[in-house]
Every structure is written in structure tokens, then in C-alpha cells.
């Protein structure tokens, strides 16, 4: 079996070269690939449900760091969750037209649900993430410097996978300070 990982992060900035009094906004994309992924599929959800296992838990946190040898935090850390509930209905509005399906997904992000109707939507919903950091030029002063982010998640023990922890660190972009 393959392990999970975390696929290769990407650095987004906004633009080149930022004034001192400006905010600098870079947004870490990143999914979270492999074993974990692969096995949170229709007919596992139907087996978990069945099995009493109803929720999962998807831990991850996401720093963005500047500097050479001694880096530096930049920005809020991220460190939160998201989860997954596993339920039944019979809700006339959650038809998948291909199937006849009970057993459904839904994905809490930040505290906000989201049901979607295929398997893949799911996961996309699940293991795919954007997160957006602003923080002030003036933090690290004038001229060139370079930023990297890491990233890690981690899940329990569910009917479907096994505990795991993964994490990894992006290539550095490089910002202007005027």
C-alpha cells in the first residue's frame, strides 16, 4: 500500500513588490494524498456507518516562515481541523440520479457544513486546502526576502485507516520590499 502525503505546497502572492506600509497576502495551497484519501470512499463511509464509526477528524496546521538559517513565524499559525460526519437519510434532496443512496458525507470547515453529491466533490472538500496569510510588509523590513510554508496533518484510527501524521515544507518565493 501506498502511504499518505502531503502534496507538493504552493506559495501564491498577490504581487512582486510591496510599499513598507502595505499587507503582504500569500495564500499555501496543499491536499493531502494517498492512503487516506483513497480509502474515504462510498462504500468505506457505508461500512464505518455501519459500524458505529460516524465522524473523522482531519487535524492540520499550516506556518509560513522567512529567513535563512533562523527562520521566522510570519502571520497567524494555522492550526485547526476539519470533520466529516457520516450519516443516513432519506432526504428526497440529497438524490444522487445515477444511485439510490442513504449513506452521505458532511464536511465542516471552520465550522461551516457542506454536503456535496459526488465522492470525489467530498474529498476535494476534505483534503484539499487554500489558506490565505496577510501580514504587514514593515514585519520584515526592507529588501529581498524569501518565505516558505509548512504544512503537517494528522487523522485516529477509524474503521477505514489506520493513525497517521504527515507533513512537509514548500519551495521559498521571494518578495520585494520597497
Do not use: C
Not at 32 to 59: C, H, P
Not at 152 to 172: A, L, M, R, V
Request: glycine share 6%; proline share 2%; charged share 30%.
Amino acid at each position: 500500500m501506498a502511504e499518505s502525503k502531503i502534496s507538493e505546497i504552493t506559495l501564491v502572492k498577490s504581487k512582486e513588490e510591496y510599499s513598507s506600509d502595505e499587507n503582504i497576502e500569500i495564500n499555501v495551497q496543499f491536499s493531502v494524498q494517498g492512503d487516506i484519501r483513497n480509502s474515504f470512499n462510498e462504500a468505506n463511509w457505508t461500512k464505518a456507518y455501519n459500524n458505529n464509526d460516524v465522524s473523522m477528524k482531519l487535524k492540520y496546521g499550516v506556518k509560513l516562515t522567512s529567513g535563512g538559517f533562523r527562520k521566522k513565524g510570519l502571520g497567524k499559525i494555522v492550526d485547526s481541523y476539519r470533520k466529516a460526519a457520516i450519516f443516513w437519510t432519506r432526504n428526497p434532496k440529497l438524490v444522487n440520479p445515477m444511485k439510490d443512496r442513504r449513506i452521505w458525507v458532511q464536511i465542516a470547515k471552520n465550522f461551516e457544513p457542506f454536503i456535496r453529491l459526488s465522492e470525489e466533490e467530498v474529498r476535494e472538500e476534505f483534503f484539499d486546502f487554500n489558506e490565505k496569510f496577510v501580514f504587514k510588509a514593515s514585519d520584515l523590513g526592507k529588501g529581498k526576502h524569501k518565505i516558505g510554508a509548512e504544512a503537517f496533518s494528522s487523522w485516529q484510527k477509524h474503521d477505514f485507516t489506520e493513525p497517521g501524521s504527515i507533513k512537509n515544507s514548500s519551495n521559498e518565493i521571494e518578495v520585494i520590499i520597497n
